[in-house]
């Protein structure tokens, strides 16, 4: 059975730094494309960042520069490291499996983040 | 990036039939058949309902179906029930390696 389980959010101040992670069961995470997508408390869902089987990374815009996804193969965990944090990352984060590397088949539970003073 | 455009809410009786739209570009929904869509109750992840613009993973309602056309798809559900209702979004790859979401819409049973 297919699983992810994400932890790591909490509390945290403005310019504060942050690693969620995400454990996957039932599939090999380096073999797969994997993403993290987050939900701002009563809004919509938004893209975050992308790791590739290969290794390749993408970040959305409003990230870039700040967060880095990354993975580790020997835990078969998922990273996200988040840097200099804002209000505006205040969000349930998800782990998601991106099948063929085009759609979100397998969610975690998301775990929350919230950026404030 | 901008969000996919879709309507903010839609409502039903049960039984009925309804249609969401969702439309981006040409460097989104139009310019692949890689739209997705996702169902999402209060609290809960969301759940892939339609992938590659029409398919139903297993164990979703042939009640639920997905078309596109141009730079617009649309997520019908027939025989709309109760607990059809929740929020729904559409998503789609884009021409920049990234995934964009829509703007989600909620679906209310009458």
């Known amino acids: 059975e297919v699983q992810l389980v994400e932890s790591g959010g909490g509390l945290i101040q403005p310019g504060g730094s942050l690693r969620l992670s995400c454990a996957a069961s039932g599939f090999t995470v380096s073999s797969n494309y994997m993403s993290w997508v987050r939900q701002a408390p009563g809004k919509g869902l938004e893209w975050v960042s992308v790791i590739y089987s290969g290794g390749s990374t993408y970040y959305a815009d409003s990230v870039k520069g700040r967060f880095t996804i990354s993975r580790d193969n020997s835990k078969n965990t998922l990273y996200l490291q988040m840097n200099s944090l804002r209000a505006e990352d205040t969000a349930v984060y998800y782990c998601?499996?991106?099948?063929?590397?085009?759609?979100?088949?397998?969610w975690g539970q998301g775990t929350l983040v919230t950026v404030s003073s | 990036q901008s969000a996919l455009t879709q309507p903010a809410s839609v409502s039903g009786s049960p039984g009925q039939s309804i249609t969401i739209s969702c439309t981006g570009t040409s460097s989104d929904v139009g310019g692949y058949n890689y739209v997705s869509w996702y169902q999402q109750h209060p609290g809960k992840a969301p759940k892939l309902m339609i992938y590659d613009v029409s398919n139903r993973p297993s164990g979703v309602s042939n009640r639920f179906s997905g078309s596109k056309s141009g730079n617009t798809a649309s997520l019908t559900i027939s025989g709309l029930q109760a607990e059809d209702e929740a929020d729904y979004y559409c998503s789609s790859y884009t021409s920049s390696s990234s995934y964009v979401f829509g703007t989600g819409t909620k679906v209310t049973v009458l």
């Open positions: 998601a499996r991106v099948f063929e590397g085009v759609y979100f088949d397998y």
